[in-house]
């Protein structure tokens, strides 16, 4: 199993000299296992993910959900424009309010006049799946679960796992008072849990500026706490806050890593081979 991180940053792009190192793409990381290529999220970091994709490779491309800072890569996606190329989209059917077939929310995107040209441009073989809540997809040797998290218009953590490898995928989702019973269990084992630590604890805790809670996003401690309920091998901090620079993300690596051993933030050009 490789893990690649090509998005790692939060709510927008945040392209600039203090952002190089940890990078300014939005969310969009690629697991490879089993033979099977699969991408978390089409955030800006969507685009050099898919220049990376040969003619005729399948993609798996899985959403966590469908705010703008996960699905603005998409439009942008080359594989989806080669014909011949199959490209499946799965998002997570759920019963909240807002919810949409992921079809119709990528379609509604690429519109005049916030943009020029429609889905139908996309050439390649794009296949739509709404996840119905609950169930797995099984790929080959590759089984994908979800769980439910708590973030504003409903949010999927994902989890993969190939030949006794696994990874978990926990963003935009805000912790409660005690870990998360069903996150725990898709955590469970995992040798890697990639996790919203947008936040720190004292942003959260308003101590800094206006308190955070209820915004839908966590910390590097609860995400501790988790991989520690869990027995997760090793946590890496994801979606990282666009006003926390290079220096910022050195100082609260350093932290994390003081509060849980092999704690690590994830860089965009990172790769993880667990
Ligand atoms: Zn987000
Ligand atoms: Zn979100």
């Given at each position: 199993?490789?893990?690649?991180?090509?998005?790692?940053?939060?709510?927008?792009?945040?392209?600039?000299?203090?952002?190089?190192?940890?990078?300014?793409?939005?969310?969009?990381?690629?697991?490879?296992?089993?033979?099977?290529?699969?991408?978390?999220?089409?955030?800006?970091?969507?685009?050099?993910?898919?220049?990376?994709?040969?003619?005729?490779?399948?993609?798996?491309?899985?959403?966590?959900?469908?705010?703008?800072?996960?699905?603005?890569?998409?439009?942008?996606?080359?594989?989806?424009?080669?014909?011949?190329?199959?490209?499946?989209?799965?998002?997570?059917?759920?019963?909240?309010?807002?919810?949409?077939?992921?079809?119709?929310?990528?379609?509604?995107?690429?519109?005049?006049?916030?943009?020029?040209?429609?889905?139908?441009?996309?050439?390649?073989?794009?296949?739509?799946?709404?996840?119905?809540?609950?169930?797995?997809?099984?790929?080959?040797?590759?089984?994908?679960?979800?769980?439910?998290?708590?973030?504003?218009?409903?949010?999927?953590?994902?989890?993969?796992?190939?030949?006794?490898?696994?990874?978990?995928?926990?963003?935009?989702?805000?912790?409660?008072?005690?870990v998360?019973p069903?996150l725990c269990e898709?955590a469970?084992?995992?040798?890697?849990?990639?996790?919203?630590?947008?936040?720190?604890?004292?942003?959260?805790?308003?101590?800094?500026?206006?308190?955070?809670?209820?915004?839908?996003?966590?910390?590097?401690?609860?995400?501790?706490?988790?991989?520690?309920a869990a027995?997760?091998?090793?946590?890496?901090?994801?979606?990282?806050?666009?006003?926390?620079?290079?220096?910022?993300?050195?100082?609260?690596?350093?932290?994390?890593?003081?509060?849980?051993?092999?704690?690590?933030?994830?860089?965009?050009?990172?790769?993880?081979?667990?």
């Open positions: 199993m490789e893990i690649e991180f090509f998005g790692v940053r939060g709510s927008i792009a945040t392209a600039g000299p203090d952002t190089l190192r940890y990078g300014g793409n939005t969310s969009c990381v690629s697991v490879r296992a089993g033979g099977r290529e699969l991408i978390f999220d089409a955030g800006t970091g969507l685009l050099p993910a898919g220049n990376r994709i040969r003619p005729g490779q399948r993609v798996e491309l899985f959403l966590s959900h469908l705010h703008w800072d996960h699905i603005q890569g998409f439009p942008f996606f080359r594989p989806g424009y080669i014909p011949g190329t199959d490209v499946v989209i799965h998002a997570v059917a759920h019963e909240g309010e807002y919810f949409k077939p992921v079809h119709d929310v990528l379609s509604d995107q690429m519109r005049p006049p916030t943009f020029p040209v429609g889905l139908e441009v996309m050439g390649g073989n794009l296949h739509f799946v709404d996840v119905p809540q609950n169930t797995r997809v099984d790929l080959g040797e590759v089984e994908v679960r979800h769980a439910a998290v708590d973030h504003p218009n409903g949010c999927f953590s994902y989890r993969v796992d190939c030949g006794g490898r696994s990874v978990v995928y926990a963003t935009d989702l805000e912790h409660g008072e005690s998360d069903a898709l469970r084992n995992a040798d890697i849990l990639i996790y919203d630590a947008m936040y720190t604890p004292e942003e959260y805790e308003g101590e800094v500026g206006p308190s955070k809670r209820g915004w839908g996003h966590s910390t590097f401690e609860a995400g501790a706490d988790l991989a520690d027995g997760v091998k090793q946590l890496i901090l994801f979606h990282h806050d666009p006003s926390h620079d290079d220096e910022f993300m050195d100082g609260l690596r350093e932290r994390a890593a003081k509060r849980r051993p092999g704690t690590d933030v994830a860089r965009q050009g990172m790769i993880l081979r667990p």
